[in-house]
């Protein structure tokens, strides 16, 4: 078993390096899940600054672990709708209607974004 010393900061490389001691078989996808999972939970063992509870990025998995809460951003989140492919027409214009209102409201937040109003 793996004992690593407490309370005593180690880099990725002294991780490594441990890891190649400790468990020299481990193959490199292994070793980044592990690492990964060191890191996500040195994270959230940090006192000192408190976790992010809503992190939004493009869903990618990494970021899973990290926040109590993931938000997709609106153009990550609008490529899930481009996805679909409504065989019945009456949902295939639903669709068309929803993305034509999803992105007239994208485009006003941006607007906003550039002169803000009250």
């Known amino acids: 078993m793996l004992h690593l010393p407490r309370d005593v900061p180690l880099d990725e490389a002294t991780l490594e390096a441990l890891l190649e001691e400790h468990l020299p078989g481990l193959g490199p996808q292994q070793g980044k899940w592990i690492l990964d999972a060191t890191a996500v939970a040195a994270y959230h063992a940090e006192l000192e600054f408190p976790v992010v509870r ?24 609008g490529r899930h709708y481009k996805k ?6 009456h949902h295939a214009r639903l669709l068309d209607e929803f993305s034509t209102r999803y992105w007239a409201f994208y485009d006003e ?4 974004q550039q002169q803000p109003t009250a």
């Open 109 to 112: 937040l941006l607007a906003y």
């Open 84 to 89: 679909l492919s409504p065989v019945i027409a």
């Open 54 to 77: 809503l992190l939004m990025g493009d869903g990618a998995p990494q970021f899973k672990y990290v926040t109590e809460d993931l938000a997709a951003c609106w153009v990550h989140d």
